[in-house]
């Protein structure tokens, strides 16, 4: 748990109004090179990202820890989003209800937005809070799917593909 101090220093400057957001989403091309040296921010909408996964597109979806949601943006090849939408643009932040503090993003073969809820509430579960009653909230309570809206991905494949 002492790993979560750390944490718990970013949350409270958050949850104070001090830090309005926190985080960005870096992207390193195999040869080396950046899209953006400084990294991509969505203009404060990444905040704590923590997952992240890359879609059949190469578009990137990252968890929004801070404002509960999945950040939906453009990878390197931008060919069919709108002119002009440069590699690390936020294209759309999902926010729900059901959404907590995620920590992981996956997609599958069918194209669906698989997304952990790993936290119900953070200062309980990194030590912040000591309330008895609640002492049981810290972990998440489930998996939310954002069916079809990501490109889907291949599965990995082991050995020769195609009949025997």
Known sequence: MQEFQA?????AGLASGRVKVTGFVS??????????????????????????NVDGNDDVWTTN???????YMAGDNTAGHPAGTKAGDVLHLFTSG??????????????NVWCANNWNDV??????????A?????????????????????PPRMGKVGRP
């Not at 503090?101 to 069918?110: E, G, L, N």
């Open 7 to 11: 944490f718990s220093a970013i949350y």
């Open 65 to 71: 820890g801070w404002t509960h949601g999945i950040v």
């Open 123 to 132: 200062p309980i579960a990194t030590g912040m809070t000591q309330d008895l």
């Open 98 to 111: 059901a959404f907590e503090t995620f920590t992981d993003v996956s997609i599958d073969a069918a194209g």
């Open 27 to 52: 992207m390193i091309r195999p040869d080396g090179t950046q899209a953006s040296a400084g990294g991509c921010s969505g203009n404060g909408t990444i905040s704590l990202p923590w997952g992240i």
């Open 134 to 154: 609640r002492s049981t909230w810290g972990g998440g309570t489930g998996i939310n799917v954002i069916y079809g809206v990501a490109e889907p991905v291949q």
